[in-house]
């Protein structure tokens, strides 16, 4: 729990000092206060072995087998950091996914461990906005502004997670608008194969 409490402190820091927004401030603040508060939480369900970029295209499934992908993202930490990626990804490109497999966890696993896939996805995302905050002042043009879209729609995505709601459809509907329009043909390419959405 100390690591994931260090590893988002340093988050929060690199954040906020390339997109110190009121927003931002504000919803790093509560993360930061949420992960403390339950440090004990994330303790008790730590010391698995995990996957930290547990998302569909680092699966590949032959016949009835399934093998994983990006080794070097294995790690013995918290049971849902994994999970709480998956759902992450899910709440661009399957948010039905999202809902069931959140719910999944709240009836068969109960409420503590429903927190604790709360606790980890508020630090995974800690992990996903401190790189696009500092991919920031690297880019330019369509890409720059698809990086300030990007940060902002975590930053909101953040905030439904704190508060236990679901993103607005809306919100999402216009960021998926938005990213399709301002990506580059070489992207939108290299991402076909992996997404549905």
């Given at each position: 729990?100390?690591?994931?409490?260090?590893?988002?402190?340093?988050?929060?820091?690199?954040?906020l000092s390339r997109y110190n927004t009121p927003g931002m401030e504000?919803?790093?603040?509560?993360?930061?206060?949420i992960l403390k508060n339950n440090e004990a939480i994330i303790e008790k369900y730590s010391d698995y072995l995990v996957h930290a970029d547990f998302?569909?295209?680092?699966?590949?499934?032959?016949?009835?087998?399934?093998?994983?992908?990006?080794?070097?993202?294995f790690h013995f930490g918290n049971k849902y950091e994994d999970w709480a990626r998956l759902l992450n990804y899910m709440v661009?490109?399957?948010?039905?996914?999202?809902?069931?497999?959140?719910?999944?966890?709240?009836?068969?696993?109960?409420?503590?461990?429903?927190?604790?896939?709360?606790?980890?996805?508020?630090y995974k995302i800690g992990y996903l906005l401190q790189f696009y905050t500092r991919s920031l002042s690297k880019t330019a043009l369509d890409l720059h502004t698809l990086t300030s879209c990007r940060?902002?729609?975590?930053?909101?995505?953040?905030?439904?997670?704190?508060?236990?709601?679901e993103l607005d459809?809306?919100?999402?509907?216009?960021?998926?608008?938005n990213r399709d329009n301002l990506r580059s043909a070489e992207e939108k390419k290299r991402q076909r194969e992996f997404t549905v959405a």
């Amino acid at each position: 729990a100390k690591e994931y409490l260090k590893n988002f402190k340093g988050f929060q820091r690199s954040i906020l000092s390339r997109y110190n927004t009121p927003g931002m401030e504000e919803v790093m603040k509560k993360s930061w206060q949420i992960l403390k508060n339950n440090e004990a939480i994330i303790e008790k369900y730590s010391d698995y072995l995990v996957h930290a970029d547990f998302i569909p295209h680092n699966f590949r499934i032959s016949g009835n087998s399934m093998y994983m992908l990006d080794y070097v993202a294995f790690h013995f930490g918290n049971k849902y950091e994994d999970w709480a990626r998956l759902l992450n990804y899910m709440v661009i490109y399957n948010p039905a996914l999202e809902n069931k497999l959140k719910k999944y966890i709240l009836n068969n696993r109960g409420e503590d461990e429903y927190f604790d896939l709360r606790l980890m996805r508020i630090y995974k995302i800690g992990y996903l906005l401190q790189f696009y905050t500092r991919s920031l002042s690297k880019t330019a043009l369509d890409l720059h502004t698809l990086t300030s879209c990007r940060i902002e729609f975590w930053e909101e995505v953040l905030t439904c997670i704190i508060h236990d709601k679901e993103l607005d459809k809306k919100i999402l509907k216009v960021y998926i608008q938005n990213r399709d329009n301002l990506r580059s043909a070489e992207e939108k390419k290299r991402q076909r194969e992996f997404t549905v959405a």
